[in-house]
């Protein structure tokens, strides 16, 4: 059973540049929720995606938006690229019709270096 | 809005010896707690989970949480370190802002283990 994946492993772009994060869920589950970690710092929540709409937004620009597709996976788009948005960008998925515990499980990530 | 704070940046201990990293919540309603560790250059890997119910919650590799009410607490524990243990860990708690449950981490605490 696959868990969450994430590509590309690295990226590096210039400022004012787009870049394009994928995900695809962990088997089973519907649910997409994106996280920036900056170094030295825990995550923060940017997003989450549920039948193919942004369900919350956490405190981050109109820069970042994102897409679920109808198979589940996610992508994360950031426009305008500055310095500060360098940054361990995290994906993680979880099922919605679990209990009101249910977990999110995080793939490895994608480092992005904004030069 | 929900929080959770980890008072060490960093834990030291030998290995062999018990373990403990702290983590004190703020919520308004049932707390949902969560703790993550993250390898280096890795994503974030789900230990345990506190919902309801028994207070001590027994997770993956050894790990294991007392929840504490009264302490407004939930430390992690382990009788015995590894060396292999040393890696950083992230206490969380999940909000229910919005029609989302997004989870707020705390900044982590970097547990280093020795022989």
């Known amino acids: 059973d696959a868990g969450v994946t994430q590509s590309p492993t690295h990226l590096i772009k210039t400022r004012g540049q787009q870049v394009t994060l994928r995900c695809s869920p962990k088997s089973g589950h519907d649910t997409v929720s994106w996280y920036q970690q900056a170094l030295g710092q825990g995550p923060q929540f940017i997003f989450q995606?549920?039948?193919?709409?942004?369900?919350q937004r956490g405190n981050f620009p109109d820069r970042f938006s994102g897409h679920q597709f109808p198979n589940y996976s996610s992508e994360l788009n950031v426009n305008a690229l500055l310095l500060g948005d360098s940054a361990l960008y995290l994906c993680?998925?979880?099922?919605?019709?679990?209990?009101?515990?249910?977990?999110?499980?995080f793939g490895p990530g994608t480092r992005l270096t904004v030069l | 809005a929900q929080s959770v704070a980890q008072p060490e940046d960093q834990v030291n201990v030998a290995e062999g010896n018990p373990l403990t990293v702290k983590c004190t919540y703020s919520v308004s309603g049932n707390p949902y707690l969560f703790w993550y560790v993250q390898y280096p250059n890795r994503g974030l890997q789900f230990l345990l989970k506190?919902?309801?119910?028994?207070?001590l919650v027994k997770g993956s590799y050894g790990f294991e949480a007392e929840f504490n009410k009264s302490q407004t607490s939930f430390h992690l524990k382990k009788p015995s370190a590894l060396v292999s243990d040393s890696a950083l860990y992230f206490c969380?708690?999940?909000?229910?802002?919005?029609?989302?449950?997004?989870?707020?981490f705390g900044t982590g605490t970097r547990l280093q283990v020795t022989l």
């Open positions: 506190y919902i309801t119910g028994d207070n």
């Open positions: 993680a998925s979880s099922f919605s019709g679990g209990a009101v515990g249910d977990t999110q499980y």
């Open positions: 969380a708690v999940r909000d229910w802002g919005g029609t989302a449950s997004k989870l707020t």
């Open positions: 995606y549920y039948e193919e709409e942004e369900r």
